[in-house]
T-cell receptor
Framework: DGGITQSPKYLFRKEGQNVTLSCEQN?????MYWYRQDPGQGLRLIYY???????QKGDIAEGYSVSREKKESFPLTVTSAQKNPTAFYLC????????????FGSGTQLSVL | RKEVEQDPGPFNVPEGATVAFNCTYS??????FFWYRQDCRKEPKLLMS???SGNEDGRFTAQLNRASQYISLLIRDSKLSDSATYLC????????FGQGTELSVKP
């Protein structure tokens, strides 16, 4: 079955530590996205990529980094510079460019120890 | 003003009721929208796309009012399984999500 796989489902970060969230898709979609969701709030865009080896900052990119070395993969690193990382992180993809239907992974809940 | 604003709710309705909530947008260039449904701590899933002519899918009807810059979602004959948060998104650019409207359908 085609879809988007995020791992892990739950992740704990110690202070000063970098952690990486995995996102893999086998839908052959060109575009991939990372969103952050805080309780009672909508989704805020962290980074997006419309093509391999290229990505753009979203609205809240500070303290995060990404890479897009393969079409199928778009990992997100939460760095120690992100002072409030506790949130629900969602990866998504769309066929081509922005403005199209998003297909989401099941999310990763990141918490700080 | 935020690009997308939604009634936050929660809307608490009895089973079988009709409920409607709105999403206002600030960018007049927005001509079509998505409604997504999100269960607690799950991924959003597409409910429907909305164009200028509106859209209807079973018990769900969405309408776009371009003059007043809002879209509405009407749910008829509410089911317990309709309990979720509903997110609206203008279908353009970086897909800016509203904060969502929480719906709780009670027996």
């Amino acid at each position: 079955d085609g879809g988007i796989t995020q791992s892990p489902k739950y992740l704990f970060r110690k202070e000063g530590q970098n952690v990486t969230l995995s996102c893999e898709q086998n839908l052959n979609h060109d575009a991939m996205y990372w969103y952050r969701q805080d309780p009672g709030q909508g989704l805020r865009l962290i980074y997006y990529s419309q093509i391999v080896n290229d990505f753009q900052k979203g609205d809240i990119a500070e303290g995060y980094s990404v890479s897009r070395e393969k079409k199928e993969s778009f990992p997100l690193t939460v760095t120690s510079a992100q002072k409030n990382p506790t949130a629900f992180y969602l990866c998504a993809s769309s066929v081509r460019d922005m403005g199209e239907q998003l297909f989401f992974g099941s999310g990763t809940q990141l918490s700080v120890l | 003003r935020k690009e997308v604003e939604q009634d936050p709710g929660p809307f608490n309705v009895p089973e079988g009721a009709t409920v409607a909530f709105n999403c206002t947008y600030s960018n007049s260039a927005s001509q079509s929208f998505f409604w997504y449904r999100q269960d607690c701590r799950k991924e959003p899933k597409l409910l429907m796309s909305v164009y200028s002519s509106g859209n209807e899918d079973g018990r769900f009807t969405a309408q776009l009012n371009r003059a007043s810059q809002y879209i509405s979602l009407l749910i008829r004959d509410s089911k317990l399984s309709d309990s979720a948060t509903y997110l609206c998104v203008p279908r353009r650019g970086k897909l800016i999500f509203g904060q969502g409207t929480e719906l709780s359908v009670k027996p």
